[in-house]
């Protein structure tokens, strides 16, 4: 069974740290593009971060630039995002996607999609 499971989130003050995993199990994420999404309730969905299967290219939303960043592990099928300078506008459920085209990931029409981890930003 082709599953992501995402683990790390959970409640920080504002201005600190968290790392989200997302771990592959059934597939190896060697030839997957991966991206982070996150919901608000009541909100669309919001894509955070992208990287490709290589890790050749990273990209991020305008809102987390800087304070977020994407990478990946092929030897432990892991893929993590380190959130640093958190606000409480960055509270929501961060899921991870995968697909083997990047543009899939990158439009959030991915195959593959984790079930979500939460992170609460507050003080």
């Known amino acids: 069974q082709l599953q992501l499971v995402e683990s790390g989130g959970g409640l920080v003050q504002p201005g600190g740290s968290l790392r989200l995993s997302c771990a592959a199990s059934?597939?190896?994420?060697?030839?997957?593009?991966i991206g982070w999404f996150r919901q608000v309730p009541g909100k669309e969905r919001e894509g955070v971060s992208w990287?490709?299967?290589?890790?050749?290219?990273?990209n991020y939303a305008a809102s987390v630039k800087g304070r977020f960043t994407i990478s990946r592990d092929n030897a432990k099928n892991t893929v993590y995002l380190q959130m640093n300078s958190l606000k409480p506008e960055d509270t929501a459920v961060y899921y991870c996607?995968?697909?083997?085209?990047?543009?899939?990931?990158?439009?959030?029409?991915?195959?593959?999609w984790g079930q979500g981890t939460q992170v609460t930003v507050s003080s």
């Open positions: 990287i490709s299967s290589g890790a050749i290219m990273t």
């Open positions: 059934g597939f190896s994420l060697d030839y997957y593009n």
């Open positions: 996607a995968a697909d083997q085209f990047f543009r899939r990931v990158l439009g959030g029409t991915a195959d593959y």
